[in-house]
Every structure is written in C-alpha cells, then in structure tokens.
C-alpha cells in the first residue's frame, strides 16, 4: 500500500509540475484578450516594411505570390499576359538530375511566396514528353531551366543542374 501511495503521488506531482511549466512558458495575450498567434501575426504584419523601408505595408494578395505549377497553356499565356516573370523547368521522370534538385526549387518558391520582391512570378514544370508544349516554350530537353522577363524575352536558357540558390539569383537578375 505504502509502494502504491508513494507511485501514485510521484504520477501526480509530475503531472502537475508539467501543467504548471506550461502555464509559465505558455505567452499570454495582452490585457488576456484574444488569440496569441492571431495577435502575434498581425503585429508582425502591422510592422512589416515596403521595400523602401517606409512605412507597413499590406500582406500579399494571392494572385500577388509567386505560383509553382505543372505546365498548363492556359496558365502560361495567363501568366505572359500579366506581365510575370516565368520560370520554367523541363523535366523527365528518367532524368536523374531533375528529381534529386526538384525539392529545391519546390522550395525556392515556398520562399518566394512569402516575399514581395518575388511577387509575379509564375514557375511552370514541364515534362519534356509533352513535346507540343516543350516546341511552345522552346525547351525540350531534360533539366533544361528558363527564366522570361515580363516583356517576353528569354533571359536564361540553361541546361544543367540548379539549385535553390542559383534560381532565387535568375529570378532577382529578372525583376
């Protein structure tokens, strides 16, 4: 009985030192009104700067973020239309090259959505078996990587291999 009591105190003092820490680590909201994260992020938002550095500035609209998407026509002459910057990637699934680096560029444009000097970019992956669209876009070969300014005019044209760095740099030579 001793053994049993001594057990079930030490569960309960633990579970009760772990439920106090949280309320100590846990931040509190100011005045204990609303939702932390909500506050937290529209305080972040409130402060954020232009890229003059004057003034906050608005978050960005969806159709404002830089978009990532299978090679569709429809979006491609959308995209040329507006006045973005494209990026193009062809692709095949046999191409080595192109699986191991397409996590990279998947996340380059995770980052690039987030940030305004990237706003109006449209990434497009094309499978370099759909030779219509690769003879539309002038690319037909595998790991082959396209940067097109916003008047239509092809800045890069580069077969090999890119990281995320090296099509973060294209795209702000582009702007």
């Known amino acids: 009985m001793g053994k049993l009591f001594s057990t079930g105190f030490l569960a309960m003092l633990l579970v009760a030192a772990v439920f106090f820490a949280g309320c100590i680590s846990a931040p509190q909201?100011?005045?204990?009104?609303?939702?932390t994260t909500q506050?937290?992020?529209q305080q972040n938002n409130a402060s954020t700067q232009n890229e003059s550095g004057q003034g906050p500035q608005l978050p960005l609209l969806q159709s404002e973020r830089a978009t990532y998407l299978d090679f569709n026509p429809q979006e491609y002459m959308a995209a040329?239309?507006?006045?973005k910057i494209i990026y193009i990637e062809v692709y095949s699934a046999q191409c080595?090259?192109?699986i191991f680096f397409e996590d990279e560029m998947e996340e380059a444009?995770?980052?690039?959505a987030s940030e305004r000097k990237y706003a109006n970019v449209s990434g497009f992956k094309l499978d370099a078996a759909n030779g219509e669209f690769a003879s539309m876009v002038g690319a037909s070969v595998p790991n082959?990587?396209?940067?097109?300014?916003?008047?239509?005019t092809v800045l890069t044209n580069y077969t090999g291999d890119w990281d995320r760095q090296t099509l973060l740099d294209a795209i702000a030579r582009a702007t």
């Open 144 to 152: 082959t990587h396209m940067v097109i300014s916003r008047s239509g």
């Open 96 to 98: 080595m090259q192109c």
């Open 80 to 83: 040329r239309a507006a006045g």
């Open 29 to 35: 909201a100011p005045n204990g009104q609303g939702n």
């Open 109 to 112: 444009f995770i980052h690039m």
């Open 39 to 41: 506050n937290t992020s």
